[in-house]
Nanobody, 119 residues
Framework: QVQLVESGGGLVQPGGSLRLSCAAS????????MGWYRQAPGKQRELVAG???????DYADSVKGRFTISRDNAKNTVYLQMNSLKPEDTAVYYC?????????????WGQGTQVSVSS
Protein backbone atom coordinates (compact mmCIF):
# COMPACT_ATOMS: atom_id res chain seq x y z
CA GLN A 1 0.00 0.00 0.00
CA VAL A 2 1.37 3.38 -1.05
CA GLN A 3 0.60 6.48 0.97
CA LEU A 4 1.14 10.07 -0.16
CA VAL A 5 1.38 12.89 2.36
CA GLU A 6 1.41 16.52 1.23
CA SER A 7 2.71 19.48 3.17
CA GLY A 8 3.66 23.10 2.65
CA GLY A 9 0.34 24.72 1.92
CA GLY A 10 -0.78 27.91 3.56
CA LEU A 11 -1.91 31.48 3.11
CA VAL A 12 0.18 33.93 1.13
CA GLN A 13 -0.19 37.34 -0.45
CA PRO A 14 -0.30 37.75 -4.22
CA GLY A 15 3.22 37.60 -5.58
CA GLY A 16 4.38 35.38 -2.76
CA SER A 17 5.83 31.90 -2.85
CA LEU A 18 5.18 28.48 -1.39
CA ARG A 19 6.81 25.11 -1.78
CA LEU A 20 4.69 22.01 -1.59
CA SER A 21 6.14 18.64 -0.73
CA CYS A 22 4.70 15.18 -1.16
CA ALA A 23 6.36 12.16 0.38
CA ALA A 24 5.45 8.70 -0.78
CA SER A 25 5.77 5.70 1.47
CA UNK A 26 5.57 2.05 0.55
CA UNK A 27 6.79 0.21 -2.50
CA UNK A 28 6.77 2.19 -5.71
CA UNK A 29 7.39 -0.05 -8.68
CA UNK A 30 7.46 0.13 -12.42
CA UNK A 31 7.18 3.18 -14.60
CA UNK A 32 5.54 6.06 -12.80
CA UNK A 33 4.73 9.72 -12.93
CA MET A 34 4.27 12.01 -9.95
CA GLY A 35 2.30 15.16 -10.22
CA TRP A 36 0.23 17.87 -8.65
CA TYR A 37 -3.41 18.56 -9.32
CA ARG A 38 -5.58 21.26 -7.87
CA GLN A 39 -9.25 21.85 -7.39
CA ALA A 40 -10.88 25.15 -6.55
CA PRO A 41 -14.47 25.45 -5.31
CA GLY A 42 -16.88 25.12 -8.19
CA LYS A 43 -14.18 24.03 -10.61
CA GLN A 44 -12.99 20.73 -12.00
CA ARG A 45 -9.77 19.18 -10.83
CA GLU A 46 -6.94 20.12 -13.13
CA LEU A 47 -3.38 19.05 -13.70
CA VAL A 48 -0.86 21.59 -12.46
CA ALA A 49 2.38 19.79 -13.19
CA GLY A 50 3.79 16.32 -13.61
CA UNK A 51 7.24 14.79 -13.66
CA UNK A 52 8.45 11.39 -14.81
CA UNK A 53 11.17 9.30 -13.20
CA UNK A 54 13.58 10.53 -15.84
CA UNK A 55 12.78 14.14 -15.07
CA UNK A 56 10.53 15.02 -17.98
CA UNK A 57 8.08 17.69 -16.88
CA ASP A 58 4.71 18.92 -17.98
CA TYR A 59 2.91 22.07 -16.85
CA ALA A 60 -0.47 23.64 -17.19
CA ASP A 61 -0.32 26.77 -19.31
CA SER A 62 -1.60 28.83 -16.40
CA VAL A 63 1.46 28.07 -14.26
CA LYS A 64 4.27 27.93 -16.81
CA GLY A 65 7.10 30.22 -15.84
CA ARG A 66 5.88 30.48 -12.25
CA PHE A 67 5.82 26.91 -10.91
CA THR A 68 8.56 24.31 -10.95
CA ILE A 69 8.05 20.62 -10.27
CA SER A 70 10.87 18.34 -9.23
CA ARG A 71 11.33 14.96 -7.61
CA ASP A 72 13.87 13.19 -5.48
CA ASN A 73 13.67 9.53 -6.36
CA ALA A 74 15.89 8.53 -3.45
CA LYS A 75 13.47 10.18 -1.02
CA ASN A 76 10.34 9.26 -2.99
CA THR A 77 9.33 12.88 -2.77
CA VAL A 78 7.95 15.34 -5.28
CA TYR A 79 8.04 19.10 -4.86
CA LEU A 80 6.19 22.01 -6.34
CA GLN A 81 7.85 25.40 -6.05
CA MET A 82 5.22 28.06 -6.59
CA ASN A 83 6.34 31.61 -7.24
CA SER A 84 4.48 34.76 -8.22
CA LEU A 85 1.30 33.34 -6.78
CA LYS A 86 -2.01 34.74 -7.92
CA PRO A 87 -5.46 34.63 -6.33
CA GLU A 88 -6.46 32.27 -9.15
CA ASP A 89 -4.01 29.73 -7.72
CA THR A 90 -6.16 29.32 -4.63
CA ALA A 91 -7.20 25.68 -4.43
CA VAL A 92 -6.67 22.40 -2.69
CA TYR A 93 -3.56 20.85 -4.16
CA TYR A 94 -3.36 17.08 -4.43
CA CYS A 95 -0.32 14.93 -4.94
CA UNK A 96 -0.70 12.09 -7.40
CA UNK A 97 1.30 8.98 -8.16
CA UNK A 98 0.37 6.81 -11.09
CA UNK A 99 2.15 4.14 -13.00
CA UNK A 100 2.29 0.74 -14.57
CA UNK A 101 3.91 -2.52 -13.50
CA UNK A 102 3.50 -4.98 -16.33
CA UNK A 103 -0.27 -4.94 -16.78
CA UNK A 104 -0.96 -3.57 -13.30
CA UNK A 105 -2.07 0.05 -13.29
CA UNK A 106 -2.00 2.05 -10.09
CA UNK A 107 -3.17 5.51 -9.13
CA UNK A 108 -2.67 6.99 -5.66
CA TRP A 109 -3.70 10.33 -4.22
CA GLY A 110 -2.72 12.37 -1.22
CA GLN A 111 -5.18 13.98 1.15
CA GLY A 112 -4.65 17.46 -0.25
CA THR A 113 -3.18 20.67 1.10
CA GLN A 114 -4.83 24.07 0.99
CA VAL A 115 -3.16 26.94 -0.84
CA SER A 116 -4.80 30.32 -0.38
CA VAL A 117 -3.68 33.49 -2.12
CA SER A 118 -5.52 36.51 -0.77
CA SER A 119 -6.76 39.46 -2.77
Amino acid sequence: QVQLVESGGGLVQPGGSLRLSCAASGSILGINTMGWYRQAPGKQRELVAGVSESGTTDYADSVKGRFTISRDNAKNTVYLQMNSLKPEDTAVYYCNLRGLVSSWEYDYWGQGTQVSVSS
